[in-house]
C-alpha cells in the first residue's frame, strides 16, 4: 500500500507508484480519446490489464483505421500528471508522424506567434489542472479532455 501524503512524517514524493495502476489509466482514457477524436474521430482506446488475471499492473491500447498504439509510461497517483505525459506520447507517436498541420490550433488571437501563423497548443500543467497551452504565450485554452 504506497503511503499517501501527510500519512506519516515522510514527505512521500509525488512520484510513488500507485497500486493500481489500472484505475489511474482508467481516468486517463477518457479524457484522452475525447481530445484525440477531434483529431480523427476513428481513433479510441481503453485501460488494460497488463496481466490474466488482473493484477495492479496495466497500460492502456489507443487504436485508429490505420493501427494501434500502446502507452505504457510511468503511472502515479498524479492523473493530471499522467494525461499529460500520456498526450505527449501520442503527440509524439506514428499517429501524428505525417502530420504536417497544426494540432490542436492555438485559438488566441493572431500576431503573438514569434514565428508568426498557426501553430499548436501543449499540455501543460495549470493549478491542479492539465490544460492546453500556447506555447508562446502560456495562456491557457481548456482542460485537456474538453477541446471542443
Ligand atoms: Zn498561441
Known amino acids: 500500500m504506497p503511503r499517501r501524503p501527510g500519512s506519516g512524517r ?18 486517463v482514457v477518457p479524457r484522452l480519446v475525447a481530445d484525440l477524436k477531434r483529431f480523427d474521430p476513428s481513433i479510441d482506446g481503453a485501460a488494460v490489464h497488463d496481466n490474466d488475471p488482473p493484477t495492479g499492473d496495466a ?14 509510461s510511468e503511472v ?24 504536417t498541420r497544426p494540432w490542436p490550433t492555438c485559438p488566441f488571437e493572431d500576431g503573438h506567434s514569434p514565428v508568426g501563423g498557426p501553430h499548436s497548443l501543449v499540455p501543460a500543467r495549470r493549478p491542479g489542472r492539465a490544460m492546453w497551452v500556447c506555447p508562446h504565450t502560456g495562456r491557457a485554452y481548456v482542460q ?4 471542443p
Open 76 to 99: 502515479t497517483e498524479d492523473v493530471e500528471a499522467v494525461l499529460i505525459t500520456a498526450t505527449l506520447s501520442v503527440l509524439d507517436s506514428g499517429f501524428f508522424e505525417n502530420v
Open 59 to 72: 497500460h492502456i491500447e489507443l487504436w485508429n483505421d490505420g493501427g494501434g498504439l500502446t502507452i505504457d
Open 144 to 147: 485537456l479532455g474538453q477541446l
Open 10 to 27: 515522510f514527505d512521500v514524493p509525488t512520484g510513488v507508484a500507485p497500486e493500481d495502476e489500472y484505475a489511474i489509466w482508467a481516468a
